[in-house]
């Protein structure tokens, strides 16, 4: 799969406001230095399920790595406070998949584990397409420390 960054504010024509399903915006996270119980889990499993590799984990840090050289570190927070999604930085990760059925392989075991998928996907976005025969195909999520993803086919309709 590949890593790809999408503008999630300009596709939704505006700035995010709270997430259907989500967790309340002004909540705190974990103490600074813990993840939330089960998060190294839950990233080892959903990217060794989209075929990245383990590069690290150890000292309350996991990397993995897909095989065009893309890697995603998480570490635990660095400081207390509550988490605000209004102010500025990274709205969201976007991960390419290889086909539709890669996304819905992907959106069934987000709800085999009970991740609900958000914003009523998956789904076709067919005014993010590059053309009548292309379709942009996505399925959104939160995480257990509430960073938004979203596994995307952006190619040829039909596959």
Known sequence: MELRQQNFCSMLGGPP???EG???A???????????PGERGFYRELFGELGWSVLYDGDGILGVGATNGASLWFVPRTADGPIDYDRAGVNHVAI???SIAEVDAAAAHLADRGV??????PRH?????HGPDQTY???MFESPDRVL???????PLGN
């Open 22 to 24: 989500a967790s309340d």
């Open 137 to 139: 195909y996505q399925v």
């Open 17 to 19: 406001t709270r997430r």
């Open 125 to 129: 976005r067919p005014e993010f397409a």
């Open 149 to 155: 993803f979203e596994v995307v086919y952006s190619g």
């Open 116 to 121: 609900p998928a958000l914003f009523e996907t």
């Open 26 to 36: 002004n909540e705190a996270g974990p103490p600074a230095g813990q993840h939330r």
């Open 96 to 98: 390419g998949a290889d």
